[in-house]
Structures are given as structure tokens and as C-alpha cells.
């Protein structure tokens, strides 16, 4: 519509300009007088001008639709999800991330403790396991939801404002099916006797150490926790806008290290999702209470202070510069 618009108005200034000449031509022609260089250059003068008011409407007509085109959404959806509202399949779609997000962290994590051998594992290879695996989901699922794969991590994006309430109650069922299902697939490949091994807890079950009360594990994870936490504000920080460049890789060292130095006290859940799963399916309840409260209230903490002390909003200009 705006195409032929445009068309039209361009015909239109030819029209005036030819117009304009044949009328003047015409009068020189009823007076037998040769047309002068002064009255040419009058008539074109003329016909310039109506020709730069044309193509000034023109080039308003074009710059708005570009607008009207840049401002609308573009639908860029498979013809099966058409009859899907744009918001509701955006939805569903950052769900479905934290579902699979988490499962796969269930999966492989814990896959790389199974004790395949009678030696036991160095701590820090665990530590790299839930390392590396944190960087992988993140790099996969981390542009759709923002890979929380924690319900801890979501109570602090909640606080943080960086995510609504409503969402947040579907991302914490999302992670906690997604861990059931994850560490569900990991018990079918897995040989019971190596899965449930007669003289050790679980695989991947929480292991608080016996020579620890319950207090003494519950701060461990809560500063474990706190670690996590204070890296995800981090993050969320304004003033990090262009910073978020291997975000991955730093998520997943920043999880290893709390990981390598706390897992010989309590097994360093830090992750709700991450203990509820191998627990269910293990059986394994010592001490379980810790690694929900812990890092929740780690989460609730944490965002709280940094939001209040250290956050701050980045001025138009530093955006744009």
C-alpha cells in the first residue's frame, strides 16, 4: 500500500513539472515570442520545487513505515505453533529450558561420581564435572531462560526483579521435574550394585560428613551457596551489560571451586533440585532439610544485600556508548 503510494506521488510531480513547462510554452507560442532564459529557468525553478515537497512526503512516508516495521514483532514461529500466542509459546519455551536445563545437569553431573571403580574419586574431579556440565547447560539453554537450573538462583532473580513471581513458580516445578527426570534416566543406565553400592550412601546423594553437627553442615552450604549467589548479581548487574562474554565458562569455575572445597563436609548441594532428586530415588533424608534451607536462605540474603548496597542503574549515555 505505502509502495504504490509512493509511486503515485512520484507520477504526480512529473505530471506538474511537464505541466508547467507545456502551459508556459504555450504562451510564448499565442504571443510569437521566443521563451527567454529567465522565464526557462522560472519554470524550472518551479518545478523543482514541487518536485522536492513531493519527494519530501515521499521519504516521510517511507521512514515511517520503517518504524512501524521495526516497532511491530516479528512472527517468526513454525506454521505448527500459529495458533500459539506469541507470549504464551515465549512461556512455554523458557519452561520447557529450565525442564531440560536441569535435567541434563542431573545427568551428567552426577554421572561423572558414579564410582565405577573401587578407588574413590578426588574431590576436585567431581567439582570439575558439575563445573564443566553448569557451562554446557548454560551455553545451551542460557539465551531461552537465563539457565537458572536452581531454584535458589530463581528466589534470588525474584528478589533481584529480574524475573516475575508467576514465572518463577513455573521455573521451580520445571527444575524439580526436570531433576526427577534427569537423574531418573541416569538410575536406568546405571547397574544397581554400582548405583547402590552396600557400603556407601547413593550416587550423587548428599554426604554430610558424620564428624559435622547439622550446624555446622548448614553453614557450610550456606556459604557455598552465597558464592553462587553473589556471582549470579554479578551477572545481573547493569554496569556488567557488556561484560556477558564467556559468561559460561565463569558461571561454571565459580561453581567448581565452592564445590572442590565444601564436598568433603556436606557434598555441596547448593541446589534444592540437585539434593531432592538423588534423595527420592536413594532414599538418602540425613540431614536433607539443610541443602533446601541453606541455600534459600543464602539466595534470600545475598540478593537482598546486593541490590540494596551495590546496585545501580547505568546512565542513557554509558548505554549507548
Known amino acids: ?28 507560442g499565442e504571443s510569437k515570442m521566443p521563451m527567454s532564459d529567465l522565464e526557462a529557468r522560472s519554470t524550472d525553478l518551479e518545478a523543482r520545487s514541487i518536485e522536492d515537497k513531493v519527494m519530501t512526503d515521499v521519504f516521510s512516508i517511507s521512514a515511517g513505515n520503517q518504524r512501524d516495521m521495526a516497532s511491530d514483532p516479528v512472527d517468526e514461529r513454525h506454521f505448527l505453533f500459529s495458533c500459539v500466542k506469541l507470549e504464551t509459546l515465549d512461556i512455554i519455551c523458557r519452561v520447557l529450558a529450565e525442564f531440560v536445563g536441569t535435567a541434563l545437569l542431573l545427568l551428567f553431573a ?13 574431590y576436585f574431579v567431581g567439582g570439575l ?3 564443566l556440565t553448569i557451562m554446557f547447560v548454560i551455553q545451551v539453554v542460557g539465551a531461552v531462560s537465563g539457565s537458572h537450573i536452581n531454584p535458589s538462583v530463581t528466589l534470588a532473580a525474584v528478589i533481584y526483579r529480574k524475573i516475575t513471581i508467576r514465572m ?28 547402590h553400592p552396600e557400603d556407601s ?13 547439622a550446624a555446622q553442615v548448614f553453614f557450610f552450604e550456606y556459604f557455598a551457596s552465597t558464592v553462587l549467589i553473589v556471582m549470579c548479581c554479578a551477572a545481573w548487574d547493569p554496569r556488567h551489560g ?13 561453581t567448581a571451586i565452592p564445590f572442590i572445597a565444601v564436598s568433603p563436609a556436606t557434598g555441596c548441594c547448593i541446589n534444592p533440585a540437585r539434593a531432592f532428586a538423588p534423595a527420592v530415588y536413594n532414599g538418602d533424608w540425613d540431614k536433607h532439610w539443610v541443602y533446601w534451607i541453606a541455600p534459600l536462605l543464602a539466595a534470600a540474603v545475598t540478593s537482598t544485600v546486593y541490590r540494596g548496597l551495590f546496585y545501580r542503574e547505568v546512565p542513557p549515555e554509558k548505554k549507548e556508548n
Open 1 to 28: 500500500m505505502v509502495n504504490g503510494r509512493i509511486s503515485r506521488l512520484s507520477a504526480f510531480s512529473d505530471i506538474i513539472k511537464e505541466d508547467g513547462k507545456r502551459r508556459l510554452s504555450n504562451a510564448m
Open 129 to 131: 564435572v558439575f563445573g
Open 110 to 122: 552426577c554421572m561423572g561420581l558414579i564410582q565405577w571403580t573401587e578407588n574413590d574419586q578426588p
Open 168 to 195: 518463577a513458580c513455573m521455573y521451580v516445578v520445571a527444575q524439580f521435574l526436570g531433576a526427577l527426570v534427569g537423574f531418573g534416566i541416569l538410575r536406568l543406565l546405571t547397574p544397581t550394585h554400582i548405583f
Open 242 to 254: 557488556k561484560n556477558q562474554d564467556s559468561m559460561a565458562i565463569k558461571f561454571g569455575l565459580s
Open 201 to 213: 550412601i547413593g550416587t550423587c546423594s548428599p554426604a554430610p560428613n558424620p564428624v559435622l553437627s
